[in-house]
């Protein structure tokens, strides 16, 4: 048996998939917040450049990667499928389980694939500087890795608990080059608004989204825009290269899925591994597609499907998605880079489609499934791939309840080696499970009561 499948540079995919283009309900429209209309390009414009934004509304079915963008892929592209034997031994069950290892990138996650790409994009559109927030660190190193390749500044501004909490992507920015602030900042209105309502804030993603998007558009130079690591089209497109690698070298192994499985945040490395599979989907063939996402802030498996903010202070279009409203505060669980409160309109779409699953695991489920892999398997998971792992458990004890067997794709999204603190609070005992209370959804909800319904 053939533990690790690669694929040369020469296979590595030369083209993204565009999944708008087989969608059976296309999603709707981003609204504009005050007009109720639907977004034109025009409004984006001091968003991003326009280069993204038409990637954002295409319905081509494959958009061409730029050599420059390939170039800079082939630095850890394409990333190793690798059969994990003895995960499946630990577990005794009917499976075969694949995973894709997105964990070997500089950054150690898939962000890169799109922070590459849209480094390269602003590159081309004249930009020579790029704002973004960052959870637990991982988009913020990602983006400042890309910017340090492609010569572009680089502002992070970064959620205060995880900045304070976890100095080391903090550092690995600043080796590449990059700013990197504590959200809410006073460098900001909408920092400074929050931090008067509460000095103490901890931060969270939202926040340090709306200052990150208004020191893009208040930079009076013109050459500063922002860039977000997940939920947009554009970013997702740029992810599929995962599921194209993949599904060419499961192929190779002379294999295909029936189980494909992501963890779930703002939704791009599940769509990123999965998109390519949901087209043989969507043309009949018969698998079950997972998104596994944290009963902590339980997005898709107990929000309603709404037109939301993307963001706190209401800077972003609303988006029709799966939301726990836009003032939603998760409880600071370890795995940062699940806590959004959203999920982006494609996965979204595909949720009310039918077309995928969404599961929620527990912290201690999915610490459990990321040490047992880690004793089996020897990679230390991200907090956030665990709750993939989780999944892969919960397919794995079904199969064998059922005696039936079963193979398993799953995405290794990134590794946990600057999460260690996060598994000292586990195997030292201090983690506990937690399922939000009714009231608090129905409480973060009430925002939401006036908006346009899709
Ligand atoms: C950011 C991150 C996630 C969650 O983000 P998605 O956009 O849902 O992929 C998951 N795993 C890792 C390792 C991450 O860094």
């Given at each position: 048996?053939?533990?690790?499948?690669?694929?040369?540079?020469?296979?590595?995919?030369?083209?993204?998939?565009?999944?708008?283009?087989?969608?059976?309900?296309?999603?709707?429209?981003?609204?504009?917040?005050?007009?109720?209309?639907?977004?034109?390009?025009?409004?984006?414009?001091?968003?991003?450049?326009?280069?993204?934004?038409?990637?954002?509304?295409?319905?081509?079915?494959?958009?061409?990667?730029?050599?420059?963008?390939?170039?800079?892929?082939?630095?850890?592209?394409?990333?190793?499928?690798?059969?994990?034997?003895?995960?499946?031994?630990?577990?005794?069950?009917?499976?075969?389980?694949?995973?894709?290892?997105?964990?070997?990138?500089?950054?150690?996650?898939?962000?890169?694939?799109?922070?590459?790409?849209?480094?390269?994009?602003?590159?081309?559109?004249?930009?020579?500087?790029?704002?973004?927030?960052?959870?637990?660190?991982?988009?913020?190193?990602?983006?400042?890795?890309?910017?340090?390749?492609?010569?572009?500044?680089?502002?992070?501004?970064?959620?205060?608990?995880?900045?304070?909490?976890?100095?080391?992507?903090?550092?690995?920015?600043?080796?590449?080059?990059?700013?990197?602030?504590?959200?809410?900042?006073?460098?900001?209105?909408?920092?400074?608004?929050?931090?008067?309502?509460?000095?103490?804030?901890?931060?969270?993603?939202?926040?340090?989204?709306?200052?990150?998007?208004?020191?893009?558009?208040?930079?009076?130079?013109?050459?500063?825009?922002?860039?977000?690591?997940?939920?947009?089209?554009?970013?997702?497109?740029?992810?599929?290269?995962?599921?194209?690698?993949?599904?060419?070298?499961?192929?190779?192994?002379?294999?295909?899925?029936?189980?494909?499985?992501?963890?779930?945040?703002?939704?791009?490395?599940?769509?990123?591994?999965?998109?390519?599979?949901?087209?043989?989907?969507?043309?009949?063939?018969?698998?079950?597609?997972?998104?596994?996402?944290?009963?902590?802030?339980?997005?898709?498996?107990?929000?309603?499907?709404?037109?939301?903010?993307?963001?706190?202070?209401?800077?972003?279009?609303?988006?029709?998605?799966?939301?726990?409203?836009?003032?939603?505060?998760?409880?600071?669980?370890?795995?940062?880079?699940?806590?959004?409160?959203?999920?982006?309109?494609?996965?979204?779409?595909?949720?009310?489609?039918?077309?995928?699953?969404?599961?929620?695991y527990p912290n201690l489920d999915t610490f459990k499934a990321g040490v047992d892999f880690a004793r089996s398997e020897g990679h230390i998971p991200a907090p956030e791939t665990s709750h993939a792992l989780a999944a892969v458990v919960d397919v794995a004890r079904q199969a064998k309840a059922e005696g039936k067997e079963k193979t398993i794709l799953v995405n290794f999204s990134g590794h946990?080696?600057?999460?260690?603190?996060?598994?000292?609070?586990?195997?030292?005992?201090?983690?506990?499970?937690?399922?939000?209370?009714?009231?608090?959804?129905?409480?973060?909800?009430?925002?939401?009561?006036?908006?346009?319904?899709?």
């Open positions: 048996m053939t533990k690790k499948i690669f694929l040369t540079e020469d296979e590595m995919p030369r083209k993204w998939y565009n999944i708008a283009a087989d969608m059976p309900n296309p999603m709707p429209p981003p609204l504009h917040p005050g007009t109720g209309q639907p977004v034109g390009p025009d409004d984006l414009a001091p968003i991003f450049p326009m280069n993204l934004i038409e990637q954002e509304v295409s319905t081509e079915r494959e958009i061409a990667i730029p050599d420059e963008v390939l170039q800079i892929y082939r630095i850890w592209r394409p990333t190793p499928l690798v059969r994990a034997e003895r995960f499946e031994k630990l577990l005794d069950a009917p499976v075969k389980i694949y995973f894709k290892n997105e964990s070997v990138s500089p950054p150690g996650s898939h962000k890169p694939n799109t922070a590459v790409a849209q480094a390269y994009y602003n590159k081309v559109a004249g930009i020579k500087r790029i704002t973004t927030e960052t959870g637990a660190g991982q988009w913020g190193s990602a983006l400042a890795f890309a910017c340090c390749l492609l010569g572009l500044e680089c502002k992070v501004y970064m959620v205060k608990i995880s900045f304070q909490q976890k100095p080391y992507r903090r550092l690995m920015m600043m080796t590449w080059g990059a700013n990197c602030i504590a959200s809410p900042s006073d460098e900001t209105q909408a920092g400074r608004t929050i931090l008067s309502r509460n000095p103490d804030s901890p931060g969270s993603l939202g926040i340090a989204i709306s200052e990150a998007v208004e020191a893009a558009v208040s930079d009076p130079s013109g050459e500063t825009r922002y860039s977000l690591g997940s939920v947009l089209n554009h970013v997702l497109l740029h992810q599929t290269v995962i599921g194209l690698e993949a599904k060419a070298q499961i192929e190779k192994a002379g294999d295909y899925p029936d189980v494909v499985i992501g963890c779930a945040g703002g939704g791009s490395n599940f769509a990123g591994l999965s998109f390519a599979f949901l087209r043989d989907k969507i043309n009949g063939k018969d698998i079950q597609v997972i998104a596994a996402e944290p009963t902590s802030c339980p997005t898709m498996t107990r929000g309603p499907y709404a037109y939301d903010f993307g963001d706190t202070v209401q800077m972003t279009p609303l988006l029709p998605m799966y939301t726990l409203g836009h003032n939603f505060m998760p409880p600071p669980i370890h795995a940062g880079g699940l806590r959004y409160h959203g999920m982006a309109p494609l996965v979204s779409q595909l949720v009310r489609d039918g077309l995928v699953e969404p599961r929620a946990g080696l600057v999460d260690l603190t996060a598994y000292d609070a586990y195997l030292s005992g201090q983690l506990t499970n937690y399922a939000l209370p009714e009231e608090e959804i129905v409480k973060a909800l009430k925002d939401l009561e006036n908006f346009p319904k899709p």
